[in-house]
């Protein structure tokens, strides 16, 4: 199984960002994406979570700004980031498993892991 993480950059607050995790090797019709991020010195956060067939989750931080999405013809998986923040800056990573469960939220509960991109938000 292997994520490419892509889209990250330079923003000004206020702006938007689209992040893509590009997925192959599991069955991306089924497995559920979720994005988390991390900060020097800090652990890995949740952000958002998405599986087929369940309404999206996300962390109260990002609410109302993120939106997760997917193209299972491309087994893409899509982080759109509306509204940017200087606190959004982070690494942002994308992580899947083969289903879903209700631990989501928790790093611990992937095994598919990205290797990150950098998102930074200027003030």
């Known amino acids: 199984v292997q994520l490419q993480a892509s889209g990250g950059g330079l923003v000004q607050a206020g702006g938007s960002l689209r992040l893509s995790c590009a997925a192959s090797?599991?069955?991306?019709?089924?497995?559920?994406m979720a994005w988390f991020r991390q900060t020097p010195g800090k652990e890995r956060e949740f952000v958002a979570a998405?599986?087929?067939?369940?309404?999206?989750r996300y962390a109260d931080a990002v609410k109302g700004r993120f939106i997760v999405s997917r193209d299972s013809d491309k087994n893409t998986a899509f982080l759109q980031m509306n509204s940017l923040k200087p606190e959004d800056t982070a690494i942002y990573y994308c992580?899947?498993?083969?289903?879903?469960?209700?631990?989501?939220?928790?790093?611990?509960?992937?095994?598919?892991w990205g290797q990150g991109t950098l998102v930074t938000v200027s003030s």
């Open positions: 090797g599991l069955t991306f019709g089924v497995s559920p």
């Open positions: 992580a899947s498993r083969r289903w879903w469960i209700t631990t989501y939220h928790e790093p611990q509960s992937y095994g598919y």
């Open positions: 998405g599986g087929i067939g369940r309404s999206p």
